[in-house]
């Protein structure tokens, strides 16, 4: 195994690593990029779980979003992932999840897991997103202790919420608002306000009174 504060790596991953960023550590972040990456995820997440996900689960997340999606690689070797989504919430703003996130063993501990994360939620924010949400065991104490660190807060407390009964905690994270958002709230701003004077008969592009 190479320790991540060991010289980093230099095997190339055999696969394209376009979209790969550099941790500095010797530690490549590589986003989802298709098919063939599936089973990479799978493997990675399915040695965590006690009852594996069908693949059609790994299939509605990382068909739909699969920018959201990043593996951390020592050399060839995956060996940590963060599987995401982000949509509409109640028809008002834009939500990103945290589905999975996983780390294998030997490497825990090297911050790996804070930087997927990290990853998908700067992929998240990018995309529009206004706050980030994920569900976490109540006992899991090295994800709570992550995601704290991350700046989630606890929401809810969801009883029973596993298969296994135990209660989770949801988590949030309310993302700053990027220039590209609040440049669309006030085009909506504006526009609601040309919709509201035309409805007092007060054509749109009519010369503001002084
Ligand atoms: C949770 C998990 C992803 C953490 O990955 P990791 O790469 O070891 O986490 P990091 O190194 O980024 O740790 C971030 C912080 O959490 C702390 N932490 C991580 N695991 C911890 C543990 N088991 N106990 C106490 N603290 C822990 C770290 O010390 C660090 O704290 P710091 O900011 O004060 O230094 C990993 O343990 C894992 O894969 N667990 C099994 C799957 C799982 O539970 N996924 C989360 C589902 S919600």
């Known amino acids: 195994m190479t320790d991540s504060t060991s010289p980093a790596a230099t095997a190339e991953p055999s696969r394209s690593d376009s979209g790969a960023q550099a941790s500095g550590s ?5 986003q989802f990029k298709d098919e063939n990456d599936l089973p990479v995820v799978m493997n990675l997440v399915d040695q965590e779980l006690s009852e594996p996900y069908s693949i059609f689960t790994y299939r509605y997340f990382l068909a739909q979003w699969p920018n959201l999606c990043y593996i951390a690689y ?9 599987v995401c989504k982000m949509d509409v919430h109640r028809g008002q703003r834009m939500r990103g999840y945290v589905a999975m996130l996983v780390v294998d063993k030997a490497y825990r501990g090297k911050r790996v897991g804070s930087e997927l994360v990290k ?26 202790k992550l995601y704290q660190g991350l700046g989630f807060v606890r929401d809810k407390r969801l009883h029973r919420y596993y298969l296994n009964g135990v209660d ?14 609040r440049l669309a709230r006030l085009a909506e701003v504006a526009e609601a ?18």
């Not at 020592?74 to 963060?82: A, I, Y």
Request: aromatic share 4%; net charge negative; proline share 6%.
């Open 74 to 82: 020592d050399g060839d070797k995956p060996f940590g992932t963060v």
């Open 26 to 30: 010797g530690i490549r972040y590589v």
């Open 193 to 210: 306000e040309a919709g509201a004077a035309e409805l007092d008969g007060v054509p749109a592009d009519a010369p503001a009174l002084v």
């Open 119 to 144: 990853m998908a939620i700067s992929a998240m924010s990018a995309g529009g997103c206004e706050e980030v949400v994920l569900e976490a065991e109540v006992v899991n104490t090295g994800a709570l």
């Open 168 to 181: 989770a905690y949801r988590l949030k994270l309310l993302l700053p608002e990027t220039e590209e958002r």
